[in-house]
């Protein structure tokens, strides 16, 4: 085998949850939200048909998704430790993940990582976008006053 040609790794995936899994990824988010908070920027872009969302989370740091409605794929550049279904997902590098509806993950950032979701979208605004994915959107770190979201659109 040439250097160019290499064995596709076993793709990861991200399941839809259980009730009784996602309850339980709730309390893990009750008892974060209790710690200081950092700040997320998050860059949306709406093109194409589609919308992305990015968030970059320092080494050390561990975030909560919401509740996500729609199914997705999940970009993850850098290394973490991702609750997906009833398992743990160690990522490192790139990983391209296909994501089902009905999931919430953690994720725990080894190093600095990139996360980007993306799915199709007839959504004009970030704000119909986000509510095609989840019902959580007071969630949303983005929909907090004093966030820090860049918006690409070109849908507009």
Do not use: C, W
Request: no cysteine.
């Amino acid at each position: 085998m040439n250097d160019l040609v290499q064995p596709i790794p076993s793709l990861p995936a991200m399941p839809a949850m259980s009730e009784a899994v996602v309850g339980r990824v709730r309390e893990v988010e009750s008892e974060l939200a209790k710690l200081p908070q950092m700040e997320l920027k998050t860059m949306h872009v709406l093109h194409g048909g589609m919308y992305s969302r990015t968030v970059i989370v320092p080494a050390n740091h561990v975030i909560v998704g919401v509740l996500v409605k729609v199914p997705t794929q999940v970009i993850v550049s850098g290394s973490a430790r991702v609750f997906a279904g009833d398992k743990v997902l160690n990522l490192a590098g790139f990983n391209v993940i296909p994501a089902q509806a009905g999931r919430k993950q953690i994720f725990v950032a080894i190093t600095d990582i990139f996360v980007t979701m993306i799915f199709p979208s007839s959504a004009e605004t970030v704000e119909q976008a986000e509510s095609e994915f989840t019902d959580e959107n007071e969630m949303l770190m983005s929909r907090h006053d004093d966030s820090q979201n860049i918006v690409i659109n070109t849908e507009a």
